[in-house]
């Protein structure tokens, strides 16, 4: 390609072969034309149609990343809200249960000769409790 642009550059010079003005014009616009089927310029052409295309590429990469990051940022906000609603029904299980106890305490029954109804509110924290294991 180096030699392409020498060899060129050399011989596409009409300023300095032709000064009269008008004759530079013409040749130059023959010059033009010449040089947009001469290799140098369909590799110049190649490369900055490439240059532009990997701009694009560019722009593009970014703004799917800006949109990934959105994403990310809106998974995020749900991920907390899942904490929150996981962490308020643990909690309102806890009541439950100390709920369920404090009614057995409470009972005139007593460990190893527990009523009819305290021992089923045991079993279904027996059960509850095997379950969260
Ligand atoms: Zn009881």
Not at 59 to 88: C, K, P, W
Request: overall charge positive; some cysteine; hydrophobic content about 40%.
């Amino acid at each position: 390609m180096a030699l392409f642009t020498i060899h060129y550059s050399l011989s596409l010079k009409p300023h300095t072969l032709h000064p009269t003005p008008y004759t530079l014009t013409k040749k130059e616009a023959k010059m033009n034309k010449l040089a947009k089927c001469c290799p140098e310029a369909v590799w110049e052409k190649r490369l900055r149609g490439n240059l532009a295309a990997i701009a694009e590429i560019r722009t593009d990469s970014l703004n799917d990343l800006e949109i990934m990051g959105a994403d990310f940022r809106h998974l995020g906000v749900v991920v907390a809200s899942v904490e929150r609603n996981y962490q308020a029904l643990l909690e309102q299980n806890q009541q439950m249960r100390d709920l369920l106890i404090g009614m057995v305490d409470e009972c005139y029954c007593w460990q190893g000769n527990r009523c009819d109804r305290c021992a089923r509110i045991l079993q279904v924290l027996a059960d509850s409790n095997c379950r969260s294991f």
